[in-house]
């Protein structure tokens, strides 16, 4: 089972933006109880989701530039993006089968 | 189906309903906690927790109720993390209805907390994660030097405002009373921060921006009179309601929608009891949702054994 990849700023254009397949990114915080509660729901999902798309986390207090560059200003956010752009954005903890259909509706549009 | 059969079943895993997991599955009652989302409740977001008795030092949200969840799952607690949409009762037969189909217990200790409340204000949802946040301790980090609005007078509130005074440059709290709800302890640190500023009477009516929040629109209660705040940020802490709409037409609920229990923590069902937030008359304290946990457990034991 896959697990999502801890990724920092320089790595983000190559692993996130050049992604083949639609690429999922957790931004997170240490400090921040509603992504310590999101992250078992993304790890799951990595799993669910493995080969279809990437799965990746951002913690914003190391890289505070990527997070700024989407405009992430409240976490947990997930930004799904496809083909280098952002596609779909969810701010705040949601239980599991409404993060699914966020990602279904993203990765079909 | 056997495997959907429980002793107990408690909905909801704050502090009220990992404390009732701990005694009722110690007492080796087969228990499943029902979660819709994981494990915490409402407490998560508190990045300081100085009343629980037993941190001198203070305890996070997250780790306090991380610790409950550890110490009830090694006696055997089982975990679901599914919606419930309903409860029906047939006698003994309690029915817990939920996203992923019914089960079944002899006893319901309902501990689902409240739900947060929003502004219900023009440009709330627009701009949530785009400067209007829910949680202090999550967001703060992203409005150093910046102004940001703290709306409600109650201890969250305030102590979410004192929290931002590390990062935030100035921080208004908007209030619609003339005094603060919070404690005393947590009014003293308020006034005494030169940070804070205190708007009284005031209550929010729009929040408006381009990408991000740029300013709210207030209206003073005593006047009427309309202005405008520039503000980077709004944090929203106006209360909460208890979770509680799937039991309208089951359960007796009070004005507020709490559910009404006796000192056993009994509703007016047999074997049916609420326990913290979500009951009528609750502190709404973390050490008094554990309490109400114990005393809901030990009597829903009871209540087996009959």
Not at chain 2, 3 to 26: C, F, K, M, N
Not at chain 2, 160 to 166: G, K, N, V, W
Request: aromatic letters at 8%.
């Amino acid at each position: 089972m896959s697990k999502p990849v801890e990724i920092e700023e320089a790595k983000f254009d190559d692993t996130v933006l050049k992604s083949a397949i639609p690429v999922l990114v957790d931004f997170w915080a240490p400090w921040c109880g509603p992504c310590r509660m999101v992250a078992p729901i993304v790890d799951e999902l990595a799993g669910e989701y493995d080969g279809k798309v990437g799965f990746f986390k951002v913690n914003v207090d190391d890289n505070r530039k990527i997070a700024n560059k989407y405009g992430v200003m409240s976490i947990p956010t997930l930004i799904i993006f496809k083909n280098g752009a952002p596609v779909g954005n969810i701010v705040g903890f949601r239980p599991k089968p409404e993060l699914k259909k966020s990602l279904d509706a993203a990765l079909a549009g | 189906m056997t495997e959907r059969q429980y002793d107990v079943i408690i909905i909801g895993g704050g502090p009220a309903g990992l404390s009732a997991g701990l005694y009722t599955a110690r007492a080796r009652h087969k228990t499943l906690l029902i979660e819709k989302g994981a494990v915490g409740g409402m407490i998560i977001n508190a990045g300081l927790v100085e009343n629980y008795p037993g941190f001198a030092d203070g305890v996070s949200g997250i780790d306090l109720t991380q610790a409950m969840y550890k110490q009830a799952a090694k006696f055997g607690l089982e975990m679901l993390s599914v919606e419930v949409t309903g409860l029906k009762v047939d006698g003994k037969n309690k029915v817990v209805a939920t996203s992923d189909g019914d089960f079944s217990a002899g006893s319901v200790i309902i501990a689902g907390g409240s739900e947060r409340l929003k502004l219900g204000v023009p440009g709330e949802v627009e701009y949530t994660g785009k400067g209007v946040s829910y949680c202090a301790t999550c967001d703060g980090a992203f409005f150093r030097d910046k102004v940001v609005a703290v709306i409600g007078g109650g201890n969250a509130a305030v102590t979410e405002a004192l929290e931002l005074t590390r990062f935030a440059s100035r921080i208004y709290v908007i209030h619609r009373r003339h005094e603060l709800r919070a404690t005393k302890v947590v009014q003293e640190k308020a006034f005494a921060e030169k940070k804070l500023e205190f708007i009284w009477d005031t209550v929010i009516t729009a929040v408006v921006g381009d990408a991000f929040v740029k300013k709210i629109k207030l209206r003073d209660l005593k006047t009427g009179k309309e202005s405008e705040l520039p503000v980077d940020g709004v944090f929203v802490n106006v209360g909460s309601q208890p979770a509680t709409g799937y039991l309208k037409g089951v359960l007796a609920l009070d004005a507020v929608g709490a559910i009404i229990v006796n000192d056993r923590m009994e509703t007016g069902v047999p074997g049916v009891y609420a326990a913290g937030d979500i009951r009528s008359g609750s502190i709404r304290q973390t050490i008094g949702a554990a309490g109400d946990g114990a005393v809901a457990a030990v009597n829903a034991g009871k209540y087996l054994g009959e």
